[in-house]
C-alpha cells in the first residue's frame, strides 16, 4: 500500500513563528501537493512538486514556501504564521501515470 | 481555468435512501475525474475515477458515477445509503500534474 505520511496531527504555533509541516511518501512517486482544507472551499492547492528542487505554485501559495530536497519528502513552510493560516493542511503524491492521489492524514494546524 | 462545482454543501437522506450528489466540471479537454470521501478524522480516500470508455463508472462501497460531456457532469450515485456513508465527498478534475477540487458535500444520514 502507497503511504504518505505527515509528520504531525496537530500542532499549535504562536504568531510569528516560522512553521515547518512534513510529508513523506514511500512510492517513489514524483509528483507531490501541499493542500489546504477549509469548511465551505474544500481543497485548495498551495504548491505542488514535479520532481526534486521543482515546485510550483497553486492557487493560494501567499505566506507559503515549500522544499524538496529528496524525492520522496516534500515540506510546505510557514515563513511567519498568522492566524488566517489555522486550517487543516493535506500532503497527497500522484503516482507515475497521474492517475491516482494518494493523501495523508493531515495536520490540524492552529496559530494562536 | 480549471473549476469544480458542487452545487449542495449539505445533503441528508435517510437509511436505505438512493443517494445522489452533483458535480460540474469546468476544463477545456478530456477531463480526468475522481470522487473522494473523508470521514470524520481520516484522510481522503478514492471512490472512483474516469478517463475514457463507458460514462458509467463503479467505485468502492457500492457507489458509481455517470460522465455527461454535454452537462459537463460527473454525478456520484449510490441506491442504498448505509450510515457508515456519512462522510463529506469530494469532486475533483485532473489537469495535467494537479488535481483541482470541489468545495465538498457533507452527506448526513438520519436512521
Known amino acids: 500500500d502507497v503511504k504518505v505520511t505527515q509528520s504531525s496531527r496537530y500542532l499549535v504555533k504562536r504568531t510569528g513563528e516560522k512553521v515547518f509541516l512534513e510529508c513523506v511518501q514511500d512510492?517513489?512517486?514524483?509528483?507531490m501537493f501541499w493542500y489546504r482544507q477549509d469548511p465551505g472551499l474544500g481543497l485548495r492547492l498551495i504548491y505542488f512538486?514535479?520532481?526534486?528542487?521543482?515546485?510550483e505554485k497553486g492557487d493560494i501559495p501567499e505566506g507559503y514556501s515549500v522544499s524538496r530536497e529528496k524525492k520522496e519528502r516534500f515540506s510546505l513552510i510557514l515563513e511567519s504564521a498568522s492566524t488566517n493560516q489555522t486550517s487543516m493542511y493535506l500532503c497527497?503524491?500522484?503516482?507515475?501515470?497521474?492517475?491516482?492521489?494518494?493523501f495523508g492524514q493531515g495536520t490540524r494546524l492552529t496559530v494562536v | 481555468a480549471q473549476s469544480v462545482t458542487q452545487p449542495d454543501i449539505h445533503i441528508t437522506v435517510s437509511e436505505g435512501a438512493s443517494l445522489e450528489l452533483r458535480c460540474n466540471y469546468s476544463?477545456?479537454?478530456?477531463?480526468?475525474l475522481f470522487w473522494y470521501v473523508q470521514s470524520p478524522g481520516q484522510g481522503l480516500q478514492l471512490l472512483l475515477k474516469?478517463?475514457?470508455?463507458?460514462?458509467l463508472v463503479q467505485g468502492i462501497k457500492g457507489f458509481e458515477a455517470e460522465f455527461k460531456r454535454s452537462q459537463s457532469s460527473f454525478n456520484l450515485r449510490k441506491p442504498s445509503v448505509h450510515w457508515s456513508d456519512a462522510a463529506e465527498y469530494f469532486c475533483?478534475?485532473?489537469?495535467?500534474?494537479?488535481?483541482?477540487f470541489g468545495a465538498g458535500t457533507i452527506l448526513r444520514v438520519k436512521s
Open positions: 512510492m517513489d512517486h514524483e509528483n
Open positions: 474516469y478517463f475514457s470508455g463507458d460514462t
Open positions: 497527497a503524491s500522484l503516482t507515475g501515470d497521474n492517475t491516482e492521489a494518494f
Open positions: 476544463y477545456g479537454a478530456t477531463p480526468y
Open positions: 512538486s514535479y520532481d526534486v528542487k521543482m515546485k
Open positions: 475533483a478534475v485532473r489537469p495535467v500534474h494537479k488535481l483541482v
